[in-house]
């Protein structure tokens, strides 16, 4: 499964780089935020169980 921020990691820069003079200032901080989201920069961290790996 894709992650929304694993699209995002890999098209923002070069949708900035295009469109960057338009882009809202909210919308540059949703996209700077969606870049960091389940990331340690905001201490997300995952589980995962020792025995089935899930």
Do not use: E, K, Q
Request: aromatic share 8%; glycine share 6%.
């Amino acid at each position: 499964m894709v992650a929304l921020a694993d699209v995002f990691r890999r098209f923002a820069d070069d949708y900035l780089s295009r469109h960057g003079a338009s882009v809202l200032p909210s919308h540059r901080r949703a996209i700077a935020d969606i870049l960091v989201c389940r990331t340690p920069a905001l201490g997300g961290h995952v589980w995962r169980c020792n025995h089935c790996a899930r």
